[in-house]
């Protein structure tokens, strides 16, 4: 298809930059939309397969990648009480011998940002803040988005990236509302001086116990420790993933826990400390609609116990990239990126809700047991992919 084509992205977190710098790579000049008056990301860490950094290099941010990521070698899983471990992983040269890629952890606000540097190095106008979708329009010709604040943009090919809560999604499909899965999730962030000698062997790994599970591992250089711990509970109300919570609620809930755990959960500054409700929906049979499409968590919110929502909408962006440069009309190229993607996604995500039962057991001393001695995501053939190179 040839550049020429118009094409408004709606979001600027990593799914929506990533396809604006695929897209570019492809010869077209995008436009992001996003909400917030500033560009930026939230505080956190996140994890990337082997595939998200094929798609990463494939696009041109691979040197950025290697500077801003800590690379882990092993990954142990622990039990919850006395430390023991149920299993290692590999996840470097393990990988790289058998996938030609490895595993990175980083801080989301860096890879947002190296993509964002990539994005507007190739056009600096690309990317156009303070506009906070509203609905759209379509004649079968263009597209016509309408602004919160009356103003509107007119393209050939939206693509919906406006995460798990889309407007877009609504506006193409309507929407019943993700539902409480009966997960709650704290994050934090600690400078690794405050991180006790010794309780990280290795620096990244996982504990898992009844009903909880915790993860850690440095990101900036290993200047900071991330970590993620859930727990189940009941019901939740509030909205939001940055809701303000304390050092005291946090160690309530992991009350009888290894010291190991509670050192580093305690030493967490309370204002890096937040708390979020997890929410879950049925994976959608289509994403596009006429000339819109939706990637991301916009099509497909995926629960983070495989640590791959960053990672599928990295692919999704190069698929639909490629898949628009390769084909002859609009039409044609949404079909070729469903086909390509939607298997994948909504396998992830169905694999993802299996995952957590394995991690919260209640027999935690059997996990290496349930797990066939392997991390699920590459039991599950999920590194086994290269967004550059898949059929589509």
Partial sequence: MEGSLDIAIVGAGIGGLTAALALQRAGFRPTVYE??????????????????????????????????????????????????????????????????????????????????????????????????????????????????????????????????????RHELFGDSGPKYTGYIAWRGLVPMDRVPPGVLDPPSGIY???????????????????????????????EGWSIRSTVEELLADFEDWHPDVRAFLAAVPPELLFKWGLFDREPLTRWSLGRVTLLGDAAHPVLPFLGHGAVLAIEDAVLLARAIAASGDLAQALARYEAARIPRASFVVRESRKAVKVFHSHEPEKYALKTGGKAADERLGLFDYNPATAAV
């Fill in 35 to 168: 909400q917030a008056p500033r560009l930026g990301e939230v505080g956190a860490g996140l994890s990337l397969s082997p595939s998200a950094a094929h798609a990463l290099r494939y696009l041109g941010v691979g040197a950025r990648l290697d500077a801003i990521a800590y690379l882990p070698e092993d990954q142990a899983v622990r039990h919850y009480q006395d430390g023991r471990a149920l299993q290692w992983t590999n996840r470097g040269q393990t990988l790289l011998d058998k996938y030609g890629e490895r595993y990175y952890l980083v801080h989301r606000a860096d890879l947002h940002g190296a993509i964002a540097d990539a994005v507007t190095a190739n056009d600096a106008d690309a990317i156009r803040l303070g506009r906070h979708f509203a609905s759209l329009s379509q004649d079968g010709e263009r597209v016509r988005l309408v602004f919160a604040d009356g103003s509107q943009a007119a393209a050939g090919l939206v693509i919906g990236a406006d995460g798990s809560r889309s407007q877009v």
């Fill in 208 to 238: 898992v116990g009844p009903g909880h599970l915790v993860n850690r591992y440095p990101v900036r250089g290993g200047a900071l420790l991330n970590f993620v711990a859930f727990a189940e509970r009941a019901a939740w109300t509030e």
